[in-house]
């Protein structure tokens, strides 16, 4: 079973031969409320010590379908006019293709109902030209913490993301001369949580609708008495999700350290125990030594006999 917010500080204090706690939740007691911060503080760091099996989620986004509109487009200035309806659009999370607007052009600012600025100066104006904004920048889980490295998919054309774009090889492709692939790219820019963002923008037909999914890790390491996850303990029936016992030592460890109290033996115990969670924690695969990995589970020379086939005439 899991443990409370209030076992793990129990667990604490009857293992270092401290007074016993009744309650963590607004204990006035120096010691009860630095071992409650630092319980969360030790749930805080073994979380991202390994991607826990606990902590593995997935995403799904689906690719919005593109706003096709007109405007007024001056050159030389970045503001467009007379667009029937900016409802919908977001700054800093829509790219804009039209003529006379250069590649890679980006929606910075919605100004009103009929007015937006772009980031690049037109080379061609016009009145009424046909536009086409797109989503290419979308939001992570608000419960994100990190990226579980391959695990990008396009699942509606079955192939894989291409990315994380370095910004090196993101500028190549928006500003060169060979803007686009057969393939989307993705790259993570700017803060959380719109910060997850495309190459090319789904401008294009057959680009949506288009389902995409990746794997990531989550910051939400515990949960309330209902089941709800959240990032940390703060009332004695909260409980962890990841390992409690393991909270429990690296807890004493912390806690002593701050006491300015010897506390290598009680780290080296629970660096012990983290690490072997992590070893064993979702199992691992067997690793051939052989040049060339044998597939069992298909009809090969390793698994289908040299004679005495089956039925009638065979050898």
């Known amino acids: 079973m899991p443990l ?3 076992q793990i500080a129990q667990r604490v204090a009857a293992e ?34 390994y991607p826990w099996i606990v902590s593995q989620e997935y995403h799904i986004v689906d690719i919005e379908a593109p706003i096709d509109t007109t405007g007024d487009v ?4 970045t503001t467009i006019t007379n667009i029937p309806s900016t409802a919908g659009i977001v700054a800093n999370q829509f790219a804009i293709v039209g003529d006379g607007l250069l590649t890679s052009t980006r929606v910075v600012e919605v100004v009103d109902g009929t007015t ?19 989503r290419d ?33 993101d500028q190549w492709m928006r500003s060169g001369i060979v803007p686009t692939g057969p393939r989307r790219r993705w790259r993570q820019v700017g803060t959380e949580p ?4 495309l190459w090319p923008p789904p401008t294009a037909s057959g680009d949506y609708p288009a389902t995409l999914i990746f794997e990531y890790n989550s910051k939400y390491w515990a949960a309330n008495a209902a089941g709800t996850r959240q990032e940390g303990l703060t009332i004695d029936t909260d409980y962890a999700v990841i390992d409690g016992q393991a909270i429990v030592l690296d807890t004493k460890w912390r806690l002593w350290q701050a006491k300015g109290f010897n506390y290598g033996a009680l780290q080296a ?8 969670l ?18 069992f589970y298909l009809l090969n020379q390793e698994n289908v006999p040299d004679g005495n086939w089956p039925g009638d005439g065979n050898p």
Not at 74 to 77: A, I, N, S, T
């Open 137 to 169: 920048t979308y939001a992570v889980p608000d419960d994100f913490k990190w990226f579980a490295n391959m695990t990008m998919w396009d699942r509606t054309n079955h192939w894989q993301l291409i990315g994380p774009m370095s910004p090196q090889a």
């Open 116 to 134: 937006i600025v772009i980031d690049q100066q037109p080379t061609i104006g016009g009145t009424g030209v046909a536009l086409t904004i797109a």
């Open 278 to 295: 992590g070893a064993r924690d979702g199992g691992s695969p067997d690793l051939s030594l052989a040049r060339r990995m044998s597939n």
């Open 269 to 276: 115990e629970a660096l012990d125990y983290l690490a072997r």
């Open 4 to 6: 409370t917010l209030l």
């Open 74 to 77: 001056v050159v030389g200035d």
């Open 16 to 49: 270092l031969g401290l007074p016993a706690i009744a309650t963590v939740e607004g204990n006035a007691d120096n010691t009860v409320r630095q071992i409650n911060a630092l319980i969360n503080r030790s749930g805080d760091n073994i979380y991202q010590e």
């Open 194 to 197: 719109t910060n997850w963002r």
